[in-house]
């Protein structure tokens, strides 16, 4: 008697192709799909615990943890660029303390915007609003950064968190991407509000290290 073969994968579609009429390709796109969401969902998660428990995140150098902090966010979510700016205090500036570029694998900083330049957008962030523009330089609360920002710098898609820090709010986490136009995740919008929450975290501990300093 001929041994039995279990059919593998790809008989198993074609029989339910024959026997239900399902769309094997679509079907197998999906399925594709489905992995691929998983594999990001993980990454994300993977580096939310790797951040939360990095050292330099409560180290008090500040710095440390904006590079570390921005690096693992353009990693994860992979964009280009991931910075935090910081308002200055007549809030009126906003200025780079730290900016990831994953294409060079360089940190960089010192950039300044103006609220004179770019009123509308100021003033979103000062209402404490999450920007996710997926065209950048047609939306609203973004396309003044277009002439002067975006098309030098190759950016179609922003998505900028704002930093509370106490009641107040100290600045902006925000991702950059390049290429076609990016829809933003809700899984990305938390992923970036969670390194806003870490910016504002590392922020109190290097104030209070300074202040204890300070008593000393």
């Not at 024959?18 to 990454?43: P, S, W």
């Not at 694998?105 to 609220?115: F, I, K, Q, T, V």
């Not at 523009?133 to 998505?159: H, N, W």
Request: glycine fraction near 6%.
């Amino acid at each position: 008697m001929p041994s039995q073969m279990h059919p593998d994968s790809q008989s198993v579609f074609s029989l339910f192709n024959v026997a239900e009429g399902v769309d094997v390709e679509a079907l197998t796109l999906e399925v594709h799909q489905l992995r691929e969401k998983e594999n990001f969902l993980n990454r994300l998660l993977m580096a939310m615990t790797l951040l939360s428990r990095h050292r330099s995140i409560v180290s008090g150098d500040l710095g440390n943890a904006l590079r570390d902090i921005t690096r693992m966010a353009a990693l994860s979510v992979q964009v280009q660029r991931a910075s935090v700016w910081f308002l200055d205090d007549t809030r009126t500036n906003l200025s780079c303390a730290c900016i990831f570029d994953g294409l060079e694998g360089l940190h960089s900083e010192g950039a300044r915007l103006s609220a004179s330049r770019y009123p509308t957008y100021f003033a979103e962030i000062e209402r404490g609003r999450v920007v996710a523009a997926e065209d950048a330089r047609q939306d609203p609360r973004t396309r003044e950064f277009t002439e002067g920002y975006l098309v030098p710098l190759s950016i179609t898609s922003m998505l900028d968190v704002p930093i509370k820090h106490g009641d107040r709010l100290a600045g902006v986490v925000c991702l950059e991407h390049t290429g076609p136009a990016r829809a933003w995740l809700p899984e990305e919008k938390q992923f970036a509000a969670f390194a806003s929450s870490l910016v504002a975290l590392a922020m109190e501990v290097t104030e209070r290290i300074a202040s204890l300093e300070e008593a000393r």
